[in-house]
C-alpha cells in the first residue's frame, strides 16, 4: 500500500486552517503547547520530534506520522535514527505499530527523495 506523505501533509494542512479559523481559542493554545513541548532544552528539537514520530505510530495517526517524520528530517534525523524510534514504538505498540512503523520509514525515504538536490 503506497501512500504519497507529503501530499498527506498538504492536504491537512488545509483542513487544520479550518480549525484554525472555527476553533481559534483552541487551536492557538495548541499551537502554543507545540511550541513549549518542542522548545529544545534538555532534549534537542529532533529528538523530541522523533519521540513524537513514535508516538504518532503506536497511536495509528498517518498525518501525526507525515508531519512529524518531516520535522524530524528538517531537524537532522537520519534513516538510523528513524529506524530506532521505530523500534520504540514497535516494542511500545506491538503488532499494529508494526505495520504504522514499516509506513512511517516509507514516509521518510519520500521525504528524502523529495528533498534531495537534482542530479
Not at 534537542?44 to 528530517?73: N, Q, W
Amino acid at each position: 500500500m503506497y501512500k504519497d506523505w507529503p501530499n498527506i501533509a498538504t492536504e491537512l494542512t488545509g483542513l487544520v486552517k479550518q480549525l484554525r479559523l472555527g476553533a481559534p481559542d483552541t487551536m492557538k493554545a495548541f499551537s502554543a503547547m507545540a511550541q513549549a513541548a518542542t522548545q529544545p532544552k534538555a532534549l534537542d528539537t529532533k529528538t523530541k520530534e522523533l519521540i513524537a514520530l513514535g508516538i504518532a505510530v503506536a497511536t495509528h495517526c498517518d498525518p501525526c506520522i507525515s508531519f512529524h517524520v518531516e520535522s524530524a528530517r528538517k531537524h537532522g534525523a537520519t534513516r538510523d535514527e528513524v529506524m530506532e524510534t521505530m523500534g520504540m514504538a514497535i516494542y511500545m505498540g506491538a503488532g499494529p505499530s508494526v505495520m504504522y512503523a514499516a509506513q512511517a520509514v516509507e514516509a521518510f525515504d519520500q521525504y528524502v527523495a523529495k528533498n534531495a538536490p537534482a542530479a
